[in-house]
């Protein structure tokens, strides 16, 4: 782990001092990259979780940076490029050397016929229209998007891959991941693959329900992969709220997760809290993937980072473990978004 006091994109002027002074900094694997513990996922900004005010999440965005956030993650498919676009907006007049920002490649559409392509000219028609969504010359990491939905792991490491690695050398990119749900298809790609792979982004696999994300740490360490872990509160699976409808986990895993949310909400503790404490106590992320649409969201998160949770609120964490989600036995639905998805495209 490490702190400092002034890490490599603080800019005097523009940043909160104080606030980058108590952030801690980690590095993302071998990229040289010092991440904030804490990052901003703008998955929230596009269509999947409901309406948001763009003013205040342009603002959002902007009190993150400046409070010493300094990792960002977008893609198109949030809302077929509505998230880049408002990021686009909200970094307008920011210092580019302020934050890192990441996008991504592959997942396109909300149509199932549209919705993925891996080839090498979509990629380049990507990445192209990312960065004028963005109005940025270039992002610092460019990602595959859910790779276990392509059609092979030999697309991803033969077509979009090799041309991620072209747009790095053409400055588009400084560096290359890959995202997806099952952990295990990173392992494999990297394995696969002959070119450089810096950093993996799992999203909803180290939260109050599901380690899997754990069991192969020992790879990533080995490697020199740098591991971001999203979405702690399980895509609003582990919320007061509860999740949108989309959400893939099964109906009993929703009940036993709205029963936990509905005995936090009346004793006025969020859920969504303690399952981001919870991601946050582990030492082996460089950083932990939290979207945020709002100023609210924001502060909540950045008091949880700094300062802890209550003894109500762990009380309330050991019960709700034990009472309720001690009960889930099917911890993901690894798979089960895959089916759908290849059923409905051999109907197409």
Known sequence: MYRSNLPPTYVEGFHDLEAVKSMEYRPLGKTG?????LSLGCGTLGCHYGKYNEEEAIETVRTAIR???????????YGQGQSETVLGKALKGIPRAAYYIATKVGRYELDYERMFDFSVSETRKSVARSLKLLQLDYVDVIQVHDIEFAPSLHVVTTETLPELSRQVRDGKARFIGITGYPVSVFKECIEQCNIQINLILSYARYTLIDDTLCEYMHFFKENNIGVINAAAPSMGLLTNKGPPEWHPASKIVKQL???????CQERGIELGKLAVWHSLQCPDFATNLIGMQNLKDLEINLNTLNHGITDEEEKTLSFIKEKYLSKIVEKHWEGDEISRYRKAM???
């Open 33 to 37: 990259l010092l991440v904030s513990k």
């Open 67 to 77: 409070k010493g956030i300094n990792y960002i993650d977008t893609a198109y498919w």
């Open 257 to 263: 997760c709205k029963e936990a949310g509905q005995y």
């Open 346 to 348: 051999s109907k197409s």
